[in-house]
């Protein structure tokens, strides 16, 4: 798969990885790979500037929490985050059900 | 090279080449530094050596320069799609509720006002007879259902007024460094 396909709805893939579970990090870029079956290959450095661009626009919460000595920035979704990725699900299922059928083959 | 120094330096060149606010910046470092130590633990795991753990982290991290790329144009990045649409949708709903709260507020301090007012007029001392007694009832009538309307009011601005710091403080820029 092309990384730009990827790239181009990376925003809407992280919101989806913090549905319900609230996240650091590494643990979103797992979640993106389990996911998209492997697929995601997108360099794992560009996931941390989405992640502060969607906090920066309100979608995404984040602190600091210690852990065994260990000091993470845990990402969650807002409520806001979470009615946008609610609106945006509902927007590209309907885009690919359209695509799908106009990219048939003729019958 | 040890595995300390390769991150290490690699943390260094990030650093070097972030274009941020020392505070913003500090904390990116912070968080590629764990994000590099889960990557490694990850990979020994699954049976690589220490050295193709590194290297490989390091890979699939991406070049410091890319990472750096996409951090610095992120402030000056023009806002579209998701992100201008949430920002609006915010303000407009924390705006609305706000606003509605104040008005409410302010209504229910004129409530109490008349309230007042028709507790006061109860003490007339120009009304007399059963014209005074009637004039004393209804005022008190007039000054409790003011009173009761006033306090409803009141109550529902500070529910609004709840609902819109909670929106509000959802607002993660609010906790970000």
Redesign the interface.
């Known amino acids: 798969m092309r990384a730009e396909f990827l790239k181009g709805h990376l925003d809407f893939l992280i919101l989806a990885a913090l549905e319900g579970r609230p996240a650091h990090g590494y643990a979103i870029v797992e979640e993106l790979r389990h996911r998209s079956d492997g697929a995601f290959d997108l360099p794992e450095g560009t996931v941390y500037p989405a992640l502060h661009r969607l906090e920066r626009s309100g979608l995404l919460a984040s602190r600091w929490s210690e852990a065994a000595g260990r000091k993470r920035r845990i990402y969650r979704l807002t409520t806001r985050g979470q009615r946008s990725l609610v609106r945006h699900r509902k927007e590209w299922t309907s885009f690919a059900r359209v695509v799908t059928l106009g990219l048939e083959p003729a019958k | 090279m040890s595995t300390s120094d390769s991150i290490a330096d690699f943390l260094a060149e990030l650093r070097d080449r972030l274009q941020l606010p020392r505070e913003l910046a500090e ?2 470092i ?3 530094e ?2 590099l ?3 490694l633990r ?1 990979l020994k795991d699954r049976g690589h050596s220490e050295k193709e753990a590194v290297d490989l982290a390091l890979a ?4 410091p320069e ?2 750096a790329k ?2 610095n ?2 402030p000056g ?1 023009k ?1 579209t799609g ?2 201008k ?3 609006m ?2 303000r407009s709903t924390e705006g609305i509720i706000l606003r509605v709260s104040i008005y409410l507020a302010i209504a229910s301090t004129a409530c109490f006002l008349l309230g007042f007012k028709a507790g006061s007029q109860a003490k007339l001392p120009a009304a007399q007879g059963m014209h005074r007694v009637w004039w004393e009832h209804a005022s008190k009538s007039f000054q409790t259902v003011w009173f009761e309307i006033g306090f409803g009011t009141l109550l529902v601005a500070f529910v609004l007024a709840g609902l819109a710091w ?2 509000w403080k ?4 609010r ?2 460094q």
């Open positions: 904390r990116l912070a968080e590629v764990d994000h130590i889960d990557a990850a699939r991290f991406g070049a890319e990472v996409c951090f144009e992120e990045r806002t998701i992100h649409e949430a920002g949708k915010s909670r929106d959802g607002d993660p820029t906790d970000s």
